[in-house]
T-cell receptor, first 112, second 117 residues
């Protein structure tokens, strides 16, 4: 069965450092992979989408890589700030219906 | 971007009763989705609701337990029927996105936190 794994333990880093979150998947051939941010008591908010034929995508301080051979995506936040503290979810989809399958999420805490 | 509201934001219900959750979008959308997020878990898709057709349910979810209505392009309801404590969860609706031109993305509502006693 399809499985999407993210670091279950919270990631604590110091302000200014780069946070790196991992998303691994098995038994899946996604057309694209997305990253969402979720704050407590709120719905997820879309951050970045990367397609199967793309290796890397950037948006401001965010960078996503996608390795379909390793079946892995890395999500980087550079120059992290306390306001980046949240849970980050990866989601995979095949398109043509927009159905997404979500990972369990990784909680990031950026400390002063 | 789409703005989505849900009602109620939270509720505490008794076992055996039913709760209907409303999802309102500020623009017309074809596809709406209902998810469940159990404590400490990820989002699990319950069903996809297109206007004018029956909802499509994912494996493990049935219409008798989670009936869905989609009367128009801006509104949908999800009912959680004959509730048990195992139904305690956050229920989220979402719509197809179009964020930055990416139609594969989704906008999410704030969620409804349901506790069943």
């Amino acid at each position: 069965s399809q499985k999407i794994e993210q670091n279950s333990e919270a990631l604590n880093i110091q302000e200014g450092k780069t946070a790196t979150l991992t998303c691994n998947y098995t038994n899946y051939s996604p057309a694209y992979l997305q990253w969402y941010r979720q704050d407590p008591g709120r719905g997820p908010v879309f951050l970045l989408l990367i397609r199967e034929n793309e290796k890397e995508k950037r948006k401001e301080r965010l960078k996503v890589t996608f390795d379909t051979t390793l079946k892995q995506s890395l999500f980087h936040i550079t120059a992290s700030q306390p306001a980046d503290s949240a849970t980050y979810l990866c989601a995979l989809g095949k398109g043509g219906g927009n159905k997404l399958t979500f990972g369990t999420g990784t909680q990031l805490k950026v400390e002063l | 971007s789409a703005v989505i509201s849900q009602k109620p934001s939270r509720d505490i219900c008794q076992r055996g009763t039913s709760l209907t959750i409303q999802c309102q979008v500020d623009s017309q959308v074809t596809m709406m989705f209902w998810y469940r997020q159990q404590p400490g878990q990820s989002l699990t898709l319950i069903a996809t609701a297109n206007q004018g057709s029956e909802a499509t349910y994912e494996s493990g979810f049935v219409i008798d337990k989670f009936p869905i209505s989609r009367p128009n392009l801006t509104f949908s309801t999800l009912t959680v029927s004959n509730m048990s404590p195992e139904d305690s969860s956050i229920y989220l609706c979402s719509v197809e996105g179009g964020v930055a031109g990416n139609t594969d993305t989704q906008y999410f509502g704030p969620g409804t936190r349901l506790t069943v006693l």
